[in-house]
């Protein structure tokens, strides 16, 4: 196997921006669950890189980690803290979750679990993505990227159940881009009925670890100092699948964005 690289968000900068904003939650620790291996070092990985790689200043970063990441919490920072910072058609919005996900077969409902989420009674108790996505964009900002380091398989990093006595949920259909707002692009680290992995040896799961290495400049393809939506999926793609074959595993990043967009050629970010 190959030897990993450590991750630096000192190897990249870029200009510093007023209208970027960052929501970074990271959940290792839940109180209903078991751990989410780990997330929250994902999560507090990645604020460097929101600095750094995207030039978002510190106070328009917000971030959650582990008993912090409260449904209450989420939901304060999303209908108080955003609303407080983004302005309509101007901001730039980053969204990072790492920490368990869970479907909902009956509606084929996705949730992201919050650190006090109870995986028995979903609905009441986690975060609906079709309401995430349009609760942000009710906001209007001129730009959202979302990066969800989880799975919907009901099985953990490290192979446990979400739901005892369980089996594994593998959902198959393929993932509606009909539900994904304008100007919304979303990177998943896996598909859907795949399992997202962790990485014992970098101590983050292999789709935060590889997108970080990829903000660094390894997913600069052409070396144009731009790194696009359809470079960074290139790259995470390539990575991840073969890390993940390592382990014994099969794991895809997905890259979704609304149907009329061309998101996958669009700037991610630019760097010095």
Not at 42 to 61: L, M
Not at 168 to 197: G, H, R, Y
């Amino acid at each position: 196997a190959e030897k990993l690289e450590n991750l630096d968000p000192s190897k990249i900068k870029s200009k510093t921006f007023d209208n970027k904003i960052a929501l970074i939650i990271g959940i290792e620790k839940y109180s209903d669950a078991p751990d989410a291996q780990f997330a929250n070092l994902d999560a507090k990985q990645f604020s460097g890189y929101a600095s750094n790689a995207f030039g978002i200043k510190k106070q328009n970063i917000n971030m959650l980690i582990d008993n912090n990441a409260t449904n209450a919490q989420i939901q304060k920072s999303l209908q108080i803290w955003l609303k407080s910072k983004v302005k309509s058609g101007k901001s730039d919005l980053i969204i990072f979750f790492s920490g368990h996900g869970l479907a909902l077969l009956e509606s084929k409902e996705l949730y992201l679990i919050p650190h006090d989420g109870i995986p028995d009674v979903l609905e009441n108790t986690s975060l609906s993505r079709t309401k995430l996505f349009k609760r942000i964009s009710d906001l209007k900002p001129k730009s959202v990227t979302i990066f969800l380091d989880t799975c919907y398989s009901g099985v953990t990093r490290d192979k446990k159940m979400l739901l005892e006595g369980s089996r594994p949920l593998m959902i198959v259909s393929s993932q509606n881009q009909n539900n994904i707002p304008d100007n919304f692009t979303v990177f998943s680290a896996s598909k859907l009925n795949q399992i997202s992995s962790g990485l014992n040896g970098a101590k983050h799961g292999i789709f935060s670890y590889y997108l970080m290495k990829g903000l660094e400049g390894k997913a600069d393809k052409n070396n144009d100092r731009k790194i696009t939506n359809g470079e960074l999926e290139e790259y995470l793609n390539l990575n991840i699948s073969k890390k993940a074959s390592e382990i014994g595993r099969s794991q895809n990043s997905q890259l979704v964005g609304h149907p009329n967009d061309n998101y996958a050629k669009k700037i991610l970010m630019v760097y010095k």
